[in-house]
């Protein structure tokens, strides 16, 4: 499957009364539509890279989960290349991914290990190399990574390794000599559990105070684009932390 597109009207048009330019890989998930939402109700050009449209967002670019890291790689930054033309992005958000179980008594471990590693590393290492090719001198990318990985993840082997590459590709990116532009600020998000539609589906009693609402870092991503000043160090790892409700930003 090729590289797909959404709103051509958009895509020629996106600099007039737009507030930016920014890219959100998963952005038709539950926490990538919220962002591109979030993003256009500020008036920013948003384009979405993920398994399925996002109708909402001003292009999309849809990838085959069939082919190979390499293949992707190549129909996205093809896409974006048509898309963006000579424009650059402000921001590149990789929230692309998933969970999955299991340790190593599984008979499944490696499957699953094999499809977090494919959710999670590939999507934020294309991530990356969107960055080095069209993100402005001091954008700001953001990965997303897992409190638990921090530490060991005996009953999640795969989804704790994943993450754990994803957090240290963070650290790669802000260290000299990465490939980002000049000035790129690269952060990785650690929730601990975020209130999407299936955690509340599969966990109904959990108490929900203790979820981060999703908007909380859509508007914590807008206020780091939008004021490089407020921005956490580059290579940060960020544990966002719900309690009673309120929820607190800590660098680990």
């Not at 926490?31 to 008036?43: E, W």
């Not at 559990?193 to 508007?219: G, V, Y």
Request: proline share 4%; net charge neutral.
């Amino acid at each position: 499957m090729q590289a797909g597109f959404l709103s051509q009207t958009a895509c020629r048009f996106h600099n007039i009364m737009s507030a930016g330019r920014v890219l959100v890989y998963g952005g038709n998930g539950a926490l990538g539509s919220v962002v591109v939402d979030y993003f256009k109700a500020k008036q920013f050009w948003t384009v979405s890279i993920d398994l399925k449209k996002n109708d909402k967002a001003d292009a999309s670019i849809t990838v085959d989960p069939t082919t190979t890291w390499g293949e992707q790689e190549q129909s996205i930054l093809t896409g974006l290349k048509s898309t963006l033309g000579a424009d650059k992005l402000d921001a590149v958000f990789c929230v692309a991914g998933g969970w999955a179980g299991g340790n190593a008594s599984s008979a499944d471990m490696i499957k699953t290990a094999d499809l977090m590693w494919k959710q999670s590393v590939w999507s934020s290492t294309i991530s990356a190399r969107i960055a080095a090719e069209h993100l402005k001198e001091s954008g700001l990318i953001q990965l997303t990574g897992a409190a638990p990985a921090v530490d060991g993840t005996p009953g999640m082997i795969g989804y704790g390794m994943a993450k754990a590459a994803v957090q240290q590709l963070t650290k790669s990116l802000a260290a000299k000599g990465s490939g980002l532009p000049d000035g790129a600020c690269s952060l990785a998000i650690l929730p601990v559990t975020l209130d999407t539609p299936m955690n509340r589906k599969w966990m109904p009693k959990a108490d929900h105070s203790t979820w981060t609402p999703l908007e909380f870092i859509a508007e914590s991503l807008h206020n780091w684009t939008i004021n490089a000043a407020a921005r956490p160090e580059s290579g940060s790892l960020l544990k966002f932390v719900t309690t009673n409700g309120n929820t607190v930003v800590s660098k680990i």
